[in-house]
């Protein structure tokens, strides 16, 4: 039998229909990671702080600042960490009623929908940085942001030295040793169940809380070093 001579040819081979199908996908995943929605300000009045750590824009969008943990408001019962309340008075008097610049890292949400910023003063000092300087805050990074891990840390460090804000309570030792997990950057007491599941190559010992913090490890939220 002859080939049919008045069949035409797609235009679209099948491997650039693939292709086309494997690339609409790979924008599906992008917006499940919290990049797609309308592009994020790069300037915003801020007009409300929650805590430490948290404030509200013009707009009412939220926004995490990033790369920093402030202490725990009271909630649900529980009184309020040592200096929470510091800690937001200084978020508060360094942004609200203030227009204030917002950098952002390779996510710019987290899963309760807030962004995540790095926020900068009209004289180019960066917030999360001076909130660490002071002591009212711990760095706590998460993979892909790490933008200003070094300069975060280096604040955290000139904190820990002067034992400044927080750091007059959070070195004191009553472990004999420290686990810490090199892919997450936390850091766990010897019993924790969260420890006893890490790989074998993630697991770095230290000796005190010090030497972690000054590494740039956080707390695990659940046994609490």
Not at 37 to 47: H, T
Not at 76 to 102: C, I, M, W, Y
Not at 164 to 172: A, P
Request: net charge positive.
């Amino acid at each position: 039998m002859r080939p049919d001579s008045n069949r035409k040819t797609s235009p679209w081979p099948g491997a650039l229909i693939s292709s086309l199908i494997l690339l609409a996908g790979c924008g599906l995943l992008l917006g499940a990671c919290g990049e797609a929605g309308p592009r994020p300000p790069q300037e915003a009045l801020v007009v409300e702080v929650t805590d430490g750590d948290t404030l509200v824009l013009a707009g009412g969008l939220k926004v995490r600042v990033l790369g920093i943990d402030a202490p725990e408001m009271e909630r649900d019962g529980r009184p309020p960490e040592f200096l929470a309340h510091k800690a937001k008075a200084a978020l508060s008097e360094l942004t609200l009623n203030r227009q204030v610049g917002l950098e952002y890292d390779r996510l710019r949400y987290d899963h309760y929908g807030r962004l995540l910023a790095y926020l900068r003063l009209p004289d180019q000092t960066l917030v999360n940085a001076e909130l660490l300087r002071r002591g009212l805050a711990r760095v706590y990074f998460v993979a892909p942001n790490l933008r200003y891990r070094e300069v975060l840390l280096a604040a955290q460090r000139g904190a820990i030295e002067a034992q400044r804000g927080v750091w007059q309570k959070l070195l004191k030792q009553n472990e004999p040793y420290y686990l810490g997990n090199r892919q997450s950057l936390r850091l766990h007491r010897p019993q924790c169940p969260l420890a006893a599941r890490m790989a074998a190559a993630n697991r770095v010992r230290f000796a005190s809380p010090k030497e972690a913090y000054w590494e740039g490890y956080s707390p695990c939220r659940s046994c609490q070093p």
